[in-house]
């Protein structure tokens, strides 16, 4: 939900106009919103594989789990709906909200009780 809710944020701060807009060369090949930075896909994605990393730190999860949210940011540039600034900043944004959650729930929440490497 935090993910979400900051993507939706930093598009209405940074309004960017989508790939297919600024070079009608493009062909869109999917659905699209208003603004391109961040993107959104891949900033979720990218928070559910570094926290699922941290909570689960077993590489056969791990791997499969990378792969599909690198799958996922190439395929928001393959549609034509976002830059490659974009997807890195969804990568970059999702990354640190993956390991963020974590480490406030071990923080705040579980404090002594359990700790999360």
Request: proline share 6%; net charge positive; charged share 15%.
């Given at each position: ?13 940074f309004v960017r106009e989508r790939p297919f ?97």
């Amino acid at each position: 939900i935090m993910a979400a809710a900051l993507s939706l944020t930093l598009k209405t701060i940074f309004v960017r106009e989508r790939p297919f807009v600024t070079y009608p060369d493009i062909v869109k090949l999917s659905v699209a919103g208003n603004s391109s930075f961040p993107s959104g896909h891949t900033l979720e994605a990218f928070a559910v594989v570094v926290a699922f990393s941290i909570l689960v730190p077993k590489r056969k999860i791990f791997i499969p789990l990378f792969i599909w949210a690198l799958v996922v940011a190439y395929s928001r540039m393959a549609l034509g709906v976002h830059y490659p600034s974009d997807v890195l900043g969804g990568i970059i944004i999702g990354s640190f909200i993956g390991w963020l959650v974590p480490w406030l729930i071990n923080k705040f929440y579980l404090s002594d009780k359990i700790r999360i490497s």
